[in-house]
């Protein structure tokens, strides 16, 4: 077992390189920099791009910027830089660290990342550990819930549905399952805003943040209520479609327990369908969904639904995530690109090793030696 997890371990080194090269090589054929924004702001072309370099690490390149713009000519490979100072265009470059060759660029990316240095946000001032920091407890708070309360659904009704196999029972549920998961969480989420927040008919629920306006006044019994109060909408609207694929594997690994010949001789030999069930079938047909827990409960850690949050102004890190792309924020988009892919790739080593412990019987050396 040990040389299958060093040669994973190995593996990932290559994968991650994959990735970052893949990416890295993407991005730079992609319109609209950050340089380009600070150009098309000084020239009025763009947005609010100044607004948030001057709130971050650009600050002393906005300050005095009118000052570089001159009356002559200058060529330039930014599009719409001509009449600004040649010196303020390096002066830019440098900043964001485009002075340097794209290679040059790529390998002292990768050199930080091996030590664990991220940088900082080029349109914050704020390290991209501690911004993912910052955004992680709506992500966790999504997540967390999400997992726990999709197991909790999926495993009871796979059992039930595989002991129903067939019936109407099954039948009608299968559908349900069908059309929840098909039904976009988005369109869901809009459909609880206007019956339950204050769309069209209710105003129960809040539509902003996990917390209120006056959570430091209120009571440890009522900060709990007023968490869960602002959770119930987005996790009803993303619990609709994530419990279809585990319900769906718990009753598959359960009718396939319990059609094999040991279930047979069991109720040969008098036990009820009861102590069949939970004695002998339900130890066997669990293992799958175990050993898939530990993989799904801590990727619930860094999950990040765009839609979700947007929808119900939650700062998450997919609201992260879809902001530094459109931004250009690159250290934000290539610092949580090597976190989550180096998270995925342990995740999948972890589901692995949780096989192994809870079946011995399986063995990897020998599977990859076969």
């Known amino acids: 077992m040990g040389v299958y997890v060093l040669r994973r371990l190995l593996l990932m080194i290559p994968t991650l390189f994959g990735i970052m090269a893949i990416s890295f090589a993407i991005i730079q054929f992609a319109p609209g920099g950050p340089v380009e924004r600070v150009i098309a702001q000084l020239t009025g072309q763009g947005g609010d791009a100044m607004d948030r370099i001057t709130g971050g690490s650009g600050g002393d390149i906005g ?15 930014y599009r719409g830089a001509q009449g600004l100072d040649p010196e303020f265009i390096a002066a830019l470059e440098k900043q964001f660290g485009f002075d340097k060759p794209p290679l040059e660029r790529f390998a002292l990316m990768l050199w930080n990342y091996v030590r664990f240095d991220f940088g900082e946000s080029y349109y914050r001032d704020i390290s991209v550990i501690d911004l993912i920091l910052e955004k992680m407890p709506v992500s966790i708070s999504l997540g967390l819930w999400l997992t726990l309360i999709s197991y909790v659904i999926s495993i009871p009704l796979g ?8 019936s109407t029972f099954d039948v009608w549920t299968s559908g349900v399952i069908i059309v929840g998961y098909a039904i976009p969480g988005f369109l869901f989420a809009i459909l609880l805003i206007v019956l339950f927040a204050g769309g069209s008919f209710f105003n129960w629920f809040p539509l902003r943040g996990l917390t209120s306006e006056n959570w430091d006044e209120l009571s ?9 109060w602002h959770l119930a909408l987005p996790l009803t609207a993303m619990v609709l479609s994530a419990f279809a694929t585990t319900t769906l594997l718990t009753k598959n690994s359960f009718l396939d327990e319990i059609r094999k010949q040991y279930v047979v001789t069991a109720r040969a030999k008098g036990l009820t369908d009861r102590q069949v069930l939970y004695g002998h079938v339900f130890r066997n047909a ?9 993989g799904a409960f801590i ?8 839609l979700i949050e947007t929808i119900f102004s939650l700062d998450g890190l997919g609201l992260l995530g879809f902001e530094s792309i459109i931004n250009r924020d690159y250290p934000v988009v290539f610092a949580t690109l090597f976190i989550f892919s180096l998270m995925g790739l342990l995740v999948g080593l972890l589901s692995d090793l949780t096989y192994t412990w809870i079946d011995p019987r399986i063995d990897f050396d020998r599977r990859d030696v076969g």
């Open 159 to 166: 059992i039930r549905k595989a002991v129903k196999d067939g």
């Open 286 to 294: 669990m293992l799958i969904i175990i050993a898939g827990f530990p």
């Open 220 to 228: 440890l019994f009522g900060k709990i209520i007023d968490y869960f």
């Open 63 to 77: 300050m005095g910027a009118e000052s570089t713009i001159s009356g002559g000519e200058t060529s330039s490979k």
């Open 299 to 306: 990727s619930a850690f860094f999950t990040g639904a765009l």
